[in-house]
């Protein structure tokens, strides 16, 4: 099989993060599922303004040239206040512009997350496919991973504890691997 370049994006930036946890153990299981992950790190990035439209930052510029090079692109957050976190909103905002060059255009992403409330990221995930959707990414549709955090479940260096999680998550990998081939094929 193919292995793939898979940008990672972690919508959190605290130094506890459990999504950041999640990020490792994705980073860890992925081989199994033929695919390289590597994160694109969001925390220097500079509030968006549309001022920076006829120069781009640098660290906004690197990081949509990381995007764009990669075969698809990962979206690990956590849900703040039913929503989106402002970091990763004004990662993609970034990513979006200048008009006319998005640097998500046909780029084939996914979505996942944990969070500490019964629903694991649902309404987040949610708002995050309808700004995918605008972006035009092809964006994995099934399964869907809202994930609940407990004690102990996913290790600091990102060794999940549990077997059924564990097998989700290759499962889930599995599945983004065939989305990223499919979007690839398709728009060959
Ligand atoms: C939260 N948390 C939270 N959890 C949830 O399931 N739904 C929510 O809407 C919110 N809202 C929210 C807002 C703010 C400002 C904070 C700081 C937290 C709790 C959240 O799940 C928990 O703090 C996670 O640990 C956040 O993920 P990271 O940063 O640890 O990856």
């Excluded at 599922?33 to 781009?56: G, K, Q, T």
């Excluded at 979505?111 to 949610?126: D, E, F, H």
């Excluded at 004690?151 to 990998?173: K, P």
């Amino acid at each position: 099989m193919t292995t793939y370049d898979i940008g990672l994006i972690v919508g959190s930036i605290s130094s506890t993060s459990i999504n950041r946890r999640l990020a490792r153990a994705l980073t860890k299981l992925a081989p199994q599922a033929d695919l390289r992950l590597n994160e694109i790190p969001i925390r220097n990035l500079p509030f968006y303004s549309a001022d920076h439209d006829s120069a781009m930052p640098a660290d906004a510029a690197n990081f949509k040239r990381a995007i764009e090079a990669a075969d698809a692109v990962i979206l690990v957050s956590p849900e703040y206040n039913r929503s989106v976190p402002g970091v990763l909103k004004n990662a993609l905002d970034t990513a979006s512009r200048p008009w006319g060059d998005n640097s998500f255009d046909a780029k084939p992403s996914a979505v996942i997350g944990m969070s500490i409330g019964a629903i694991g990221t649902a309404v987040a995930q949610q708002q995050l496919r309808t700004i995918l959707a605008f972006l035009a990414s092809p964006t994995l549709t099934q399964p869907e991973a809202f994930l609940q955090s407990r004690e102990g479940l996913i290790t600091e260096d990102g060794v999940v504890t549990d077997d059924s999680t564990t097998d989700f998550l290759i499962t889930w990998l599995k599945s983004l691997h065939e989305h990223v081939a499919h979007a690839i094929r398709t728009s060959a």
